[in-house]
C-alpha cells in the first residue's frame, strides 16, 4: 500500500427514478483509494454498497443518476463521463469488477478459455495464438489445474469455485489498476470462500492492483482488508484501519454488526441481533439514520445529521457519541476484548491442532 | 440441554441413496447410519454436492432412497405406506428451504401461502378457527396479522424467511428439516432467524434437522453435528466434542476455513486442505468406529489407533 491516491470520490449523491419517485441510494460519500490497498465496503442489503462502487465503472442502471459529487480516477473525472463509449477505457480495463455469482457472470455456450482470449484481444490487441498463451497462463495463475486441457472446457462442467477463479482470470486479463470484487464469496462454500480470498491476497501481490471487496460479512474481510468503510442506508458512517474497525469500532452500528456475528454467540444464550429494519430511502432522513434502531441513541440524534468526527489520522466515525458534549459510552461487553477471546477459545480448540503438528514434524525428522 | 437419550424420533439405518440405473448409477449416498434425538438439533454439515440435502429430502420422501431404512417414531417411513400413514408423515415432518425468494408461491397472499398445509388436511373447525391458528403463527415469528393479505414480493429476504417458518410450524411438526435456512441471508438477519428457531424449539420440543456449510452458525444452534463428505458421513460428535477434538483430516480442514473475525489472528490462520489421498484404504478398510462414546469416525485400524491415540493424550493434558 502506498499513500497515493488512485481514487478520490467527493461528496457524492446517487438518486434513482422509481414509478415517479426519487430514491436516494448514496448520500454525501466522500471516499479515497489509495494505491495497491485493499478496502473492504461492509453494510446490509441495501445499504448502498454496491451502487457506490457501480458509479466507479458507469454500471449504475439506466434510471441512476450522480445528483451532486464528483469521482476522480488518476486525472479523470469519472462523474463527468456521460456515454458508454467514454466509459470503453476505463470500464474492464483500468478499474475491473468480480460479482457475486460465477454462473450469470460467464456466457454458459462459449468455452471457459476462449472467454478469457476474448478480452485479451480486445483490450491488449494481441493474435488468437498469443491470446490463448496467455490465457491459459492467467487459468494457471488462478490455480486451475491441468489449465491447457481444461481451456475447451465450458462454465457447466467447471464447479462453482473454478468458475469463480475463471471469473478472476478474465477480471485480470487486462491488468487493471483497481479489482472491485462485489462479494465474490457469498455464494461458495466456506472452505471454497478461504481458498478465493488466499488467491486474491496472492494475485494481488504479483499484480500490484487495488482491491475494492465488497460484503456484508465482517468475519470474511478481517483477513484480507487494510482498511474498511461500513456504510448504513446510504452513507459512510465509519471507516478506519481493519485493527481500528475490530478492536476499537466508535459507530453503535458498526459495534451491532461486529455483535451478530455467529462466531461470537455463547452457547444457550440468544445470537445478538439489531432491531427494526433500515429506513426507507425514499423519505429525507431527520437527524442520524441508525438512530431508531440505536439503543444508545440520544435527543440529538433524532434532531441533527452528526458529522465526521476524527478519532485517529486514519479513523474516522458519524455519530454524536463522538462530540465532547456527549456522555461516555462503552461499547457492548460482547465485542469487548475481541481479540483475546478469539485466542482463547481458539485455544481451546485448536489444541489438537498444534499437537499433531508437531506429532507429524517429529515423525518426519525421524524419518 | 437435557436430551433424553433414550427417544429416538429418527433413526437411518445403512441409508444409501442413488439416482439412475445400470451403468448410469450413481450413489449420492451411503453407509448413512444415525439417530436423531426427540428435542435436540442435529446438524449434517457438508460441501455443496456432498448429499446432505438429499438426504434431507429423502427424510420427506422426496427422494427414494435404494437401500436401507429411515424410521420415524418407530416406524419405517420410506416404504409404501398406506394414505393415512403418509398423510401422517407429512404433516409431521416440515422442512424449511434455502431460498426463502423462490419457495414461496409467488402469485398467492401469505394467508394461502401459511393456511395451505390447513387446508389440505382439514386441520381446522372453521374459517373463524383457522384464521385464528395463521394470525398467531404469523405474530409468533414476528410479523403482522395485515401482512396476511400481502404477496410474497412484498417482503424482504428475512421477512419471506419467516413466512417459510410459519408455513411449515403452523402444522405443528415434530420435525423439521432446515434446509440451509439462513446462508441466502445478510449476516444481521441470520440473528433474527436463528433465534427464531431456537425460541420455537423451547417452547414445544421441536427436533431440527439442519443443514449448513458453515461451521461457526452450526455451533451456536447445535447438540450435536454429523460431517458429511462425498455422500459419507466421516464424523458424528457432540457439537463441543467435534470442535475441541475434530479428528477426521476433512473435519478439521472444514474447521479451518471457518472465517475469525479478528484481523491478527485472521492473518495467521493456516489453511488445511483435505485430500482424499492422505487415506490409504487398499488393504484396510474404513468403518465407522466409535472412537469415544459418542464421537464417531470413518476410519480403517491404523487410524483408529492414531485417534485413540490422540483422544488419550488430549485426557492425559485435561487432568
Not at chain 2, 405406506?81 to 422442512?95: N, P
Not at chain 2, 424449511?96 to 390447513?118: H, M, V
Not at chain 2, 454429523?226 to 457439537?239: M, P
Not at chain 2, 485430500?275 to 476410519?299: A, I, L, R
Amino acid at each position: 500500500m502506498t499513500e497515493k491516491s488512485i481514487l478520490t470520490v467527493k461528496d457524492l449523491s446517487v438518486g434513482f427514478h422509481v414509478r415517479g419517485r426519487e430514491l436516494k441510494a448514496i448520500r454525501n460519500v466522500s471516499l479515497e483509494l489509495k494505491d495497491q490497498e485493499t478496502l473492504a465496503i461492509v453494510g446490509e442489503s441495501g445499504s448502498g454498497k454496491s451502487v457506490l462502487t457501480k458509479t466507479f465503472t458507469g454500471m449504475l442502471e439506466q434510471n441512476g443518476y450522480i445528483s451532486h459529487g464528483t469521482i476522480d480516477y488518476d486525472g479523470q473525472r469519472l462523474s463527468d463521463l456521460k456515454k458508454d463509449k467514454d466509459w470503453e477505457g476505463i470500464r474492464g480495463k483500468e478499474i475491473a469488477t468480480i460479482f457475486q455469482d460465477p454462473m450469470t457472470s460467464l456466457d454458459p455456450i462459449k468455452t471457459i478459455g476462449s472467454q478469457i482470449a476474448e478480452v485479451v484481444i480486445k483490450h491488449q490487441g494481441k493474435s488468437k495464438k498469443e491470446a490463448k498463451e496467455i490465457a491459459i497462463d492467467l487459468m494457471d495463475r488462478t490455480g486451475i489445474p491441468n489449465a491447457a486441457a481444461r481451456y475447451n472446457e465450458y462454465p457447466f462442467e467447471y464447479s462453482g469455485g473454478m468458475r469463480q477463479r475463471i471469473v478472476i482470470a478474465i477480471a485480470l486479463a487486462c491488468h487493471p489498476k483497481v479489482l472491485i470484487c462485489d462479494e465474490p464469496t457469498t455464494a461458495l462454500d466456506v472452505t471454497i470462500q478461504a481458498q478465493i480470498l488466499e488467491l486474491i491476497k496472492e494475485l494481488q501481490k504479483d499484480y500490484h492492483f487495488t482491491t475494492i471487496f465488497i460484503t456484508h460479512d465482517l468475519g470474511v474481510v478481517a483477513s484480507i482488508a487494510d482498511r474498511i468503510a461500513v456504510m448504513y442506508s446510504g452513507e459512510i458512517i465509519e471507516v478506519g484501519t481493519c485493527r481500528e474497525i475490530f478492536y476499537d469500532p466508535r459507530h453503535p452500528y458498526t459495534w451491532s454488526l461486529l455483535s451478530s456475528l455467529p462466531q461470537l454467540a455463547q452457547k444457550g444464550g440468544e445470537l445478538y441481533s439489531i432491531p427494526g429494519t433500515p429506513p426507507s430511502l425514499y423519505k429525507d432522513i431527520k437527524g442520524d439514520a441508525f438512530a431508531p434502531r440505536n439503543p444508545f441513541a440520544m435527543k440529538v440524534d433524532f434532531e441533527a445529521e452528526p458529522p465526521m468526527f476524527q478519532v485517529s489520522p486514519t479513523h474516522f466515525a458519524k455519530t454524536w457519541l463522538l462530540d465532547p458534549r456527549a456522555p461516555k459510552v462503552e461499547k457492548p461487553a460482547l465485542i469487548q476484548n475481541l481479540h483475546e477471546r478469539f485466542v482463547k477459545t481458539l485455544e481451546r480448540d485448536n489444541r489438537l491442532h498444534a499437537e499433531t503438528e508437531e506429532m507429524e514434524a517429529e515423525e518426519h525428522d525421524g524419518k | 440441554m437435557t436430551v433424553n437419550k433414550k427417544d429416538v424420533l429418527l433413526s437411518l439405518h445403512d441409508l444409501e441413496i442413488s439416482f439412475g440405473e445400470g451403468k448410469q448409477k450413481f450413489v449420492a449416498v451411503q453407509d448413512v447410519n444415525f439417530d436423531i434425538y426427540r428435542g435436540e438439533t442435529f446438524s449434517l454439515v457438508g460441501e455443496s454436492g456432498s448429499g446432505k440435502t438429499t438426504i434431507g429430502r429423502a427424510i420427506l420422501g422426496i427422494n427414494p432412497t435404494s437401500h436401507g431404512e429411515i424410521d420415524f417414531n418407530g416406524h419405517q417411513i420410506n416404504k409404501k405406506l398406506s394414505h393415512q400413514e403418509e398423510q401422517e408423515v407429512t404433516r409431521k415432518i416440515q422442512m424449511i428451504f434455502q431460498d426463502p425468494s423462490a419457495s414461496l408461491n409467488e402469485r398467492a397472499t401469505i394467508d394461502y401461502i401459511i393456511s395451505e398445509g390447513l387446508y389440505n388436511f382439514h386441520l381446522y373447525d372453521s374459517e373463524e378457527d383457522r384464521l385464528q391458528k395463521v394470525t398467531k403463527i404469523i405474530e409468533e415469528v414476528g410479523l403482522l396479522p395485515e401482512h396476511l393479505y400481502r404477496y410474497p414480493h412484498e417482503f424482504s429476504g428475512g421477512q419471506r424467511q419467516r413466512i417459510g417458518i410459519a408455513r411449515a410450524l403452523i402444522m405443528q411438526p415434530d420435525l423439521v428439516v432446515a434446509d440451509e435456512p439462513i446462508s441466502a441471508l445478510d449476516v444481521s438477519i441470520r440473528a433474527q432467524v436463528l433465534n427464531l428457531l431456537k425460541k420455537f424449539q423451547r417452547e414445544s420440543n421441536l427436533t431440527y434437522l439442519f443443514i449448513a456449510h458453515d461451521l461457526s452458525v452450526v455451533r451456536f444452534i447445535s447438540d450435536r453435528i454429523a460431517v458429511i463428505h462425498a455422500g459419507r458421513i466421516l464424523e458424528l460428535a457432540d457439537t463441543e466434542e467435534l470442535f475441541t477434538n475434530p479428528l477426521h483430516p476433512y473435519t478439521q480442514s472444514l474447521l479451518s476455513a471457518v472465517p475469525i473475525p479478528d484481523p491478527e489472528l485472521a492473518r495467521e490462520k493456516k489453511l488445511v486442505v483435505y485430500d482424499t489421498n492422505m487415506h490409504d484404504y487398499s488393504v484396510d478398510k474404513p468403518k465407522f468406529v466409535e472412537v469415544k462414546p459418542g464421537h464417531f469416525v470413518y476410519c480403517n485400524a491404523p487410524e483408529e489407533a492414531h485417534y485413540r491415540k490422540i483422544l488419550e493424550e488430549q485426557g492425559q493434558l485435561t487432568k
